[in-house]
């Protein structure tokens, strides 16, 4: 794992590419793992806030995930209970002011080798589209794929991206607090408790 990680943390596949986008930043790649992680957070791409930090989730949207899955700071940061892995370990950058999708060239080098790294995890958080169609293997879009989470359990839970940009799309789905929230913190709990 360790002489994986060094690799992960050298890569410079994309450096061209974000050099290119209106942040020509260099990679940086952020993610928390370790091989006896028992529950995996596949999120999207990091952001801007999250690039600096140099530690996932360290926005309004890590504020959100921690409270819908019921965990405080330290239990999330634990590597050794909790991996995060996106579906692409740089900030992607800015076009026109908005974020870049992941670039798939990451996953397609890393993704295969790091899960197979990770023998322990017994539950995998989806965060937004990308990750829900590299792990389920979907093409259906977030709202049908978060809305057949009963489909994926006790694997898998898909769940929308928590940004303040999906505030709307909550309201609009509220079985989301009342259905899927209550069994996502229960099959946390269960998983970093057993």
């Not at 999708?101 to 989806?126: H, I």
Request: hydrophobic residues 40%; charged residues 25%; proline residues 9%.
């Amino acid at each position: 794992m360790q002489d994986l990680l060094s690799d992960i943390r050298a890569c410079t596949l994309c450096a061209a590419r974000f050099a290119a986008t209106e942040t020509r930043h260099s990679p940086r790649p952020v993610l928390r793992v370790a091989a006896g992680a028992r529950l995996l957070i596949a999120g999207q791409a990091p952001g801007m806030k999250v690039h600096l930090s140099g530690k996932p989730f360290t926005d309004p949207s890590g504020d959100r995930l921690r409270d819908w899955m019921g965990v405080d700071k330290a239990t999330f940061y634990d590597e050794s209970r909790v991996a995060i892995l996106p579906m692409a370990f740089c900030f992607p950058g800015y076009r026109k002011g908005s974020d870049l999708p992941p670039p798939p060239v990451c996953a397609q080098t890393w993704r295969a080798r790091l899960m197979a790294a990770l023998p322990s995890v017994r539950l995998t958080l989806l965060i937004g589209g990308y990750a829900q169609k590299w792990h389920l293997g979907t093409r259906a879009g977030v709202t049908d794929t978060v809305a057949a989470w009963r489909d994926t359990l006790p694997d898998a839970i898909p769940l929308p991206h928590p940004s303040w940009r999906n505030t709307a799309w909550l309201k609009r789905n509220p079985w989301f607090e009342t259905e899927l929230l209550p069994v996502l913190r229960q099959r946390v709990r269960e998983v970093l408790d057993d």
